[in-house]
Nanobody
Framework: QVQLVESGGGLVQPGGSLRLSCAASPRTYGFSIMGWHRQAPGKQRELVAEITRGGTANYADAVKGRFAISRDNDATTVYLQMDKIEPTDTAVYYC??????????WGQGTQVTVSS
């Protein structure tokens, strides 16, 4: 049973920074792809960033140059460093992972609210 535990969301002022973390278990194997999606009120869930086990990262255009995704060497924890945060970044952020067997799993989500 894959479990994802997200942390790091909260209230932040425009221009500020946050770091989201997602710890995936079991830790007996690494996940092929780890990523973050977000869903703003009234909008569809969208990809924010994802990273492969080999370290290749992919970003949504809206966050390029502001957010950085990384993972630990075991590919069981993924991070999202969010800098120069904008009000449009307000959303629930979801961690998702793909197992080596091709199954996808989602976290419960963590709220990020950008407000002055």
């Amino acid at each position: 049973q894959v479990q994802l535990v997200e942390s790091g969301g909260g209230l932040v002022q425009p221009g500020g920074s946050l770091r989201l973390s997602c710890a995936a278990s079991p830790r007996t194997y690494g996940f092929s792809i780890m990523g973050w999606h977000r869903q703003a009120p009234g909008k569809q869930r969208e990809l924010v960033a994802e990273i492969t086990r080999g370290g290749t990262a992919n970003y949504a255009d809206a966050v390029k140059g502001r957010f950085a995704i990384s993972r630990d060497n075991d590919a069981t924890t993924v991070y999202l460093q969010m800098d120069k945060i904008e009000p449009t970044d307000t959303a629930v952020y979801y961690c998702n992972v793909w197992t080596p067997w091709g199954t996808e799993h989602w976290g419960q989500g963590t709220q990020v609210t950008v407000s002055s």
